[in-house]
């Protein structure tokens, strides 16, 4: 208790200096990849990325689909034309207001033919979008994405889906202004260049030190206590020794195990986030073996997912279903279970025992973020277990960096690929969209009957109808193709500190710091 009690002296001791300014210091894992939210597709880039800029819609504490810059929508009677009425007080942060043109222009950037941005496909559900991108279309005008006025944005599918909305919540369907793109060209995302919609402004960057937003005075929408927000790169490791210190206030993704460090510390708070991704294998179904059906369920069968929960990490939930607890469609029973003995019949049932050769495989492993050392760990463990039951041998393929993982996959050149999935929107058909065809994960299969399910899903508006055709999609994936293996159900834990209120903890890296607020008696910050 004394040393609680010395340490929370010095971490309160950090915060009281100079209040006014209310200045709030965050973790940042690693450099970000960009801040252009058409391109980005890590989620580095999501905690500065939601801080400085907003869509039509915003997801809620419950993750339903609130209000952001569009005040309201409406679908018309067929489910395929929804108008998004843009508010009359949401501005840009040069005091230009929002108009709806913002979105057609990033719209149109999003399906621009020369940038091939891998976004791309989550406006193909509009009517002409995928047209456009492939080149049949070449005037934009056939998309249906329209301006009928200053505040009115009309959006036409090319058929129903009661569930489009919640797309809006992605970066990738911000607004964009393009008079600013053409007169800043690349350089527009630089600081002091970038206009944005959100709360906080991007003023500066120290490239391996920090990334600095301030308030963004012509935000009108909330208000915002922070004066600026201080982005501070390091490792967790680090993040823990500056929180300890007084010198930081909060780690979004607290590192494994750093949780028990601040058990009785009065300075800071630990908050449980609700699971958001699922630790899973894809197979690469076009590359032999995996091309195998029963090769991949053996591999499914020979690991045990809660033994490898207690093992590695009791924090962890071993992965049932091909969707997270709660959600619509989740089993909570195992739809393919471990079976050690059944593992080795499927095996032989393509190699025979009179195979004299193991069989060697690839697994690409990501091993960099939050997640370094982690992945590895998880690595080596199925490996054990390939080997221990089936006699297979596998080659781990590490990268270091995002940069070097692209590259390594689109290369193809690997039958396993161990990643987190992190659900893009609360639709539940989002973890089955990037498996249907043209979708972002190229080393599937392609499969009409899949296809037809997804667009089932998507024009029902029957929740029970909906849930059936999920658990269909769901059994697909996991016990007809076997084309993915969940693993565990992960969340986060964030430490903050105890005085500060307001949402914080949420899925998807999705921290709005808008929402902090400083006590009354005492607004605790620090001069720089």
């Not at 590192?255 to 449980?272: C, I, Q, S, T, Y």
């Not at 609700?274 to 690469?284: A, E, H, L």
């Not at 995996?290 to 009791?314: M, Y």
């Amino acid at each position: 208790m004394k040393k609680w009690i010395f340490a929370a002296s010095v971490a309160f001791a950090g915060f009281q200096a100079q209040a006014q300014e209310r200045i709030l210091r965050i973790h940042h894992s690693a450099e970000n990849i960009t801040l252009d939210w058409a391109r980005s597709a890590s989620e580095l880039d999501l905690p500065l990325i939601l801080n400085i800029q907003e869509g039509l819609t915003s997801l809620g504490r419950d993750f339903k689909v609130l209000p952001a810059l569009a005040e309201s929508w409406s679908y018309d009677e067929t489910g395929t034309v929804i108008h998004f009425l843009i508010r009359k007080n949401a501005t840009w942060s040069d005091g230009k207001p929002v108009r709806a043109a913002d979105f057609v222009a990033a719209f149109e950037n999003l399906l621009s033919r020369t940038a091939r941005l891998p976004n791309a496909s989550l406006l193909f559900d509009i009517s002409g979008a995928r047209e456009f991108f492939e080149g049949k279309y070449q005037d934009f005008t056939a998309v249906g994405v329209q301006a009928t006025s200053e505040q009115v944005l009309r959006v036409q599918l090319r058929e129903p889906n009661w569930f489009w909305v919640e797309k809006t919540t992605l970066p990738a369907m911000f607004p964009m202004r393009a008079d600013r793109i053409a007169q800043k060209g690349q350089q527009w995302t630089l600081p002091g260049n970038l206009l944005s919609t959100g709360p906080f402004l991007y003023a500066s960057h120290i490239e391996g030190k920090e990334f600095v937003l301030k308030k963004n005075p012509y935000y009108k929408l909330f208000d915002v206590q922070p004066e600026k927000l201080i982005f501070e790169i390091c490792s967790g490791e680090e993040a823990v020794a500056r929180a300890k210190a007084g010198s930081l206030d909060l780690i979004p993704n607290l590192p494994a195990g750093a949780a028990k460090e601040f058990k009785g510390n009065p300075a800071f708070k630990v908050l449980d986030n609700p699971y958001d991704r699922i630790r899973k294998v894809d197979f690469n179904l076009k590359r032999y073996p995996t091309t195998l059906r029963n090769l991949r369920e053996s591999l499914v069968r020979a690991v045990s997912n809660p033994d490898l929960v207690k093992q590695l990490n009791s924090t962890w939930a071993p992965a049932t279903s091909w969707q997270l607890p709660g959600a619509l469609g989740y089993m909570p029973k195992a739809t393919v279970p471990a079976d050690a003995i059944q593992a080795r019949s499927l095996f032989r049932s393509v190699f025979p025992s009179t195979t004299t050769a193991p069989i060697k495989l690839k697994m690409l492993v990501p091993n960099f973020d939050e997640n370094r050392g982690e992945q590895v760990d998880i690595a080596i463990y199925l490996k054990a277990q390939w080997r221990k039951i089936l006699g297979i041998e596998v080659e781990m393929i590490i990268a270091e960096s995002y940069s070097q993982y692209l590259l390594l996959r689109d290369t193809g050149e690997f039958h396993l690929l161990l990643r987190d999935f992190s659900i893009d929107t609360p639709d539940a058909l989002s973890f089955y969209e990037p498996y249907a065809s043209g979708g972002r994960l190229g080393y599937t299969w392609n499969d009409p009957s899949f296809d037809q399910t997804i667009q089932e899903s998507r024009k029902t508006k029957d929740l029970k109808k909906r849930k059936d055709l999920l658990l269909k999609l769901n059994d697909f994936l996991l016990q007809k193709e076997v084309a993915v293996m969940p693993l565990f159900y992960k969340g986060t834990q964030t430490l903050v500190r105890s005085d500060l209120k307001g949402r914080v903890g949420q899925f998807w890296k999705s921290y709005h710091l808008k929402e902090i607020q400083f006590p009354a008696a005492r607004k605790f910050s620090r001069k720089r």
